[in-house]
DNA sequence: TCAAAAGTGTTCGCTATACACCCATGG
DNA sequence: CCATGGGTGTATAGCGAACACTTTTGA
């Protein structure tokens, strides 16, 4: 149906209609123990030359786009088989001032400790949410549909699951609630709660170094939150 | 940075590399008082075809794909500025037997007395969610997604307002929250919920010819809605 | 010895849930 | 006159929100 045909300038592909470009675009989230993070890039050809960016690509024409973001994922951070999830595709005309492209854009949830800063060390970085500096493109309009996208979806996923190291403390797990939803929880209620619901295995103790106490670490009881998750069950505050 | 380039057999638009083609399908929902329905149009033609579908077509190049959701969506129901909502973008290399085409996937929620079924009316038809044959391509597919998006987007905005005519009675209320979130509520639970909430305004009654009694009709409180919603208030059940 | 962090309750009010009663209407 | 649909009420259990007491440890 569609014919390719050769130029002479390497303009091989022709259509008889315009297409657009498509790409697409990874929004990594990450959790320091205290506040979310994303990795962006910096560009170092124009448009936008040294503004910083997500890191995307061009959407291969034999892979889907979950794949193509999964391969960007794992080129910026070696992770093999990240939680990503679709959420939005972005589409104005002119959203790129060089042709027109549309962007379908991911967000990946990873451990920030996991994550392998190897080769491009230099040019990618991790932000706080709330230091995020100015973006190429509309990479601002992208971040926030993300930042909403998952306080939408933890009601409905366990999301820290995917943030947190394999262990951590009750303070950890709150304060990645807070960061996400934006709220503040009381401790003890979120203690009880949590106790309630008993998703959570307690193990033995570490000092953590700069503060008075030593805190239980817990991990999640992935067999407990299945079965609740079979009933109808929902994460929420 | 990307030129087009004229070639003998009308294949005009050239480029480095190979771009898909990209469409907006537009999956619209419609409620009969009693149950969900969709809209889907027969192709006329191969592939697929004597197939139902959802209405959709190609993205123009001057307008973003809501935009095109909204040309669709008025196209086949004659509505000018109905409820859409973007849900996932379907990118499987070989979703489209003749070349590569990837669907930005709309939902709209129409109020089905209002849609204008003329000129189409021969190749368009409403069906219920449970009797929705076989679809072309991955419609199926798209299908359920749509389900999906719409239950969980219940649960944050009060989808109600556009499926409902402007008066309607508590039971159909009840049926629709039924429909999309396939559970069944207790009447009078329901009915207390409703006033608890305020959101409700009582009118002059209705005799539904085929029932026993009277029915009284209500109409949403708008105002009411607005303010609950800027407390933070979720409509759930 | 005191302030800060962390473990563990308790109480109260609201809401979801289950369920009951009455009225109107058509067969 | 009774079966069906519809309007309105009540009791109970469980959860969310507010709040208190104790222990540990570093400064």
Chains 1, 2 share one sequence.
Request: charged residues 30%; glycine residues 6%.
């Amino acid at each position: 149906m569609e014919n390719n045909n050769k130029t002479e300038e390497g303009l091989r592909y022709c259509y008889k209609y315009p297409h657009p470009s498509v790409t697409t675009d990874c929004v990594i989230f990450g959790f320091d123990g205290t506040k979310l993070r994303v990795l962006l890039v910096q560009r170092g050809i124009e448009p936008y030359k040294g503004r910083w960016a997500f890191p995307g690509g061009f959407m291969k024409m034999d892979e889907s786009a979950e794949e193509g973001a999964l391969r960007e994922l794992q080129e910026e951070t070696g992770l093999e088989d990240a939680y990503i999830r679709q959420f939005h595709t972005f589409t104005s005309p002119q959203r790129d001032p060089r042709e027109r492209v549309i962007t379908i854009a991911y967000y990946a949830l990873v451990r920030i400790q996991e994550v392998n800063s190897g080769d491009d060390a230099a040019d990618a970085k991790w932000f706080a949410l709330n230091e995020v500096p100015q973006l190429a493109f509309d990479h601002d309009q992208i971040l926030r549909r993300a930042e909403q996208a998952l306080r939408q979806q933890i009601h409905f996923e366990p999301v820290g699951f995917e943030l947190l190291p394999e262990v951590f403390t009750i303070k950890e797990l709150q304060n990645l609630y807070e960061a996400i939803l934006d709220v503040r929880f009381d401790r003890r209620n979120f203690y009880n709660k949590m106790k309630r619901l008993e998703m959570l295995e307690q193990m033995d103790e570490t000092v953590n170094p700069t503060r008075k106490k030593e805190a239980f670490l817990f991990r999640f009881n992935k067999a407990k939150y299945e079965e609740l998750k079979q009933k109808g069950f929902r994460l929420e505050f």
